[in-house]
Each structure stands twice: as structure tokens, then as C-alpha cells.
């Protein structure tokens, strides 16, 4: 039962991101830049900034684990390899 409140917990903090996101972007271009609409908004330079900071921290994070993941499987290989050498000798 909880994985299923947290799932739509997700999915409505998704949609609500994705809602916001989307009138940000394609909806207040539209609207008088005196209207208070766009008090709720922040500048539209951000709306660029934001998913590039994003895919880059992500890139980073995954990044990051994909190198501790090769660092740590060569170092098993490594000690796997030297206790083979040394049962032989």
C-alpha cells in the first residue's frame, strides 16, 4: 500500500512540475508583460538554465557511479586474479 502512495505522490509532483514548467515556457510569452501572472514566473532565461543544470548534475551523479562501479569490479578482478597466482605457485 505505501508503494502506491508514494508512486502517486510522484506522479502528481511530476505532473504539477510538468504543468508548471509548460505554461512557463509556451503559455507566458503570450501574456502582457504588466500582468501579474508573471509575478508567479521567474525570468525566462531560467527556463534554459534549469534543465541544462540538471542534466549536467545528473551526468556528473551518473557519471561518478559508473566509475566507482569500474574502479571497484578491477580491483576484485585484480585480487581474484592474485589469489589464483599464488594457489598456482
Not at 508503494?3 to 509556451?26: K, Q, S
Not at 561518478?64 to 569490479?73: A, G, K, P, T
Amino acid at each position: 500500500m505505501l508503494d502506491r502512495l508514494v508512486g502517486l505522490a510522484m506522479l502528481t509532483v511530476a505532473t504539477a512540475v510538468f504543468l508548471y514548467y509548460t505554461i512557463w515556457t509556451l503559455l507566458m510569452p503570450f501574456v502582457d508583460p504588466g500582468h501579474a501572472l508573471h509575478d508567479l514566473f521567474p525570468p525566462r532565461v531560467w527556463a534554459i538554465r534549469i534543465p541544462v543544470i540538471i542534466i549536467l548534475l545528473g551526468s556528473a551523479v551518473v557519471g561518478s557511479f559508473l566509475s566507482l562501479v569500474m574502479i571497484r569490479s578491477n580491483r576484485k578482478r585484480a585480487a581474484k586474479a592474485k589469489a589464483v597466482g599464488k594457489k598456482k605457485a
